[in-house]
């Protein structure tokens, strides 16, 4: 039995919205100082859509297929559907992850809520309870 699924194989060789969006709405970040991973995304956000969403990774395989998968998942969607993104979801779609790389699909869900936090704390207007 392989270590990784297709899919965690498939999203870390080739991720998909890799890179930076300079005038982000949002950007989120966070690091496990255990495994070393940091992850930060960018989100950019019209009429209450994530019409754009790019993530910088650093960190194994795992943390890697966990970012772009996130980013997948919550792209052209509502802002409300992407703030309801678990780490479960993102671990599904990949077809699973190791036990011990879970925290790496916590660490997707983690900055995708500080990047909408960050989005929030910009446009005050847009939240809603």
Known sequence: MALYSEKVMDHFRNPRNVGVIEDA????EVGNA???DIMKIYLKIENGIVED?????????????SSSMATEL?????VSEALKLTNQAVAEA?????AYKMH???LAEEAI????????KKHPEEKKD
């Open 74 to 78: 919550i792209k052209g969607k509502p």
């Open 94 to 98: 990949l077809d699973g992850l190791p």
């Open 53 to 65: 969403v790019k993530f910088e990774t650093f960190g194994c395989a795992s943390a890697v297929a």
């Open 104 to 106: 790496c699909s916590v």
């Open 113 to 120: 809520r500080n990047a909408l936090e960050d989005y929030y």
């Open 25 to 28: 709405d949002g950007v989120g």
């Open 34 to 36: 255990k495994c070393g």
